[in-house]
């Protein structure tokens, strides 16, 4: 995947992520850009652990996992802070 695309996959998975999951986090666009970003990675990660896929381009399965990866993040996030989650 190009930096475009992980750029777009970011924002989506972050936007969806965090409303989703609601929450008084810090950061605005671009944070959401990066939490969205990471949250692709782990969900990757998470996904070739567990033998479901990776996070491979721009479709739906990817999204999936990106966004389950961005809901862990922010869930872990608010844990260390000490916030609920």
Do not use: H
Not at 15 to 35: E, S
Not at 43 to 68: D, E, M, R
């Amino acid at each position: 995947m190009g930096i475009l695309s992980w750029i777009i996959l970011g924002l989506i998975a972050g936007a969806l992520g965090k409303f989703i999951m609601p929450g008084d986090d810090p950061g605005g666009f671009f944070m959401t850009i990066v939490i969205g970003i990471v949250g692709a990675v782990i969900g990757g990660f998470i996904g070739t652990l567990i033998g479901i896929g990776n996070v491979t381009g721009f479709n739906i399965g990817s999204l999936v996992l990106a966004v389950i990866g961005t809901l862990v993040l922010l869930f872990a996030y608010r844990k260390i802070k000490g916030r609920s989650a």
